[in-house]
């Protein structure tokens, strides 16, 4: 793959990221984390099986089904941290501690894949990771640097550790065997583990008219959300997992700016001064991949 191919993929992941994210937000309100998580699984397991049926035999090979099973479980867990941190802490704090993942995959990018930044890259990654931080960050964290200490911000630290994990993890998944695997493969685990949550604590009778009764924002947020994971796969496939992953992270401004149209919310300046750094160096990092 050509590196302009996998800049496009990279700004395709931050795109649908961005209005994905913005989707689950509202499905989770309505349904349940467990079973947005589960719904996204699912439609993954239907709309990429035929392009994934001939690699199926491929996990016969133990360390491709061990890498796999690895994949999906730290997805699993990822995002039940982060879902868990959100329900105890306040959102616009645990917002800030998520971005910790963009560190970590850089840093397995480093170690593992022997990665090498230039030190422009690294400089424009820098204002990348702030744009995103004063996104983030609202008025009462400057009065109350407290905040960050609160209840909810460890677990939000734990899930960002494991986010960048599952980013990694996609990439060698992606280059090991296909980017449409890489994708696939994770989602028929954490399916199940969803499933098994589900069952043990509330049932499928709720989960199934959830479905019917919101299932054009259910099936929306799973096209969404797999065409940004795909879009990410196909991204690291070929070029620096670091790089590629510190331009799709700025979908936030993507889900701010989604925010301000349709939900009317108000913001700061330097929430406007964070989004329009992070897209601008996300647009300047692509050109210097």
């Known amino acids: ?111 593992i894949f022997q990665e090498r930044l230039s030190w422009i890259q690294w400089l424009v990654v820098s204002f990348i990771f702030i744009g995103i931080i004063l996104m983030a960050v609202k008025k009462h964290h400057l009065k109350n640097p407290r905040l960050f200490l609160e209840k909810g911000v460890l677990i939000g630290f734990l899930g960002a550790l494991f986010m960048g994990g599952v980013n990694f993890f996609t990439a060698s998944s992606a280059r090991q065997m296909s980017p449409v695997m890489a994708i696939w493969g994770p989602a028929v685990v954490f399916s199940i583990l969803c499933l098994i949550g589900i069952g043990r604590k509330e049932g499928f009778t709720k989960m199934k008219e959830n479905f019917f009764r919101f299932k054009w924002l259910i099936l929306l947020m799973g096209l969404l959300d797999v065409l940004a994971w795909l879009s990410y796969a196909f991204a690291t496939k070929s070029n620096e997992v670091g790089i590629i992953t510190a331009i799709t992270e700025s979908y936030p401004a993507i889900c701010l700016i989604l925010g301000l149209w349709i939900n009317k919310e108000k913001i700061l300046l330097h929430q406007y001064i964070g989004a329009s750094l992070a897209l601008v160096c996300s647009f300047i990092l692509g050109f210097l991949l």
């Open 1 to 111: 793959m050509g590196i302009e191919l996998g800049i496009i993929f990279a700004f395709g992941a931050m795109i649908f990221w961005g209005i994905g994210e913005f989707l689950i937000q509202k499905n989770v309100k309505k349904e349940g984390r467990s079973e947005s998580l589960l719904f996204i699984g699912f439609f993954a397991l239907i709309a990429l099986l035929p392009f994934v049926w001939k690699e199926i035999p491929a996990l016969m090979y133990l360390p491709n089904l061990l890498l796999i099973l690895f994949l999906g479980i730290i997805t699993y867990i990822a995002s039940m941290l982060n879902f868990q941190a959100l329900k105890e802490g306040k959102l616009s704090v645990v917002e800030v501690v998520f971005e910790i993942e963009l560190i970590v995959t850089i840093l397995l990018g480093i170690f």
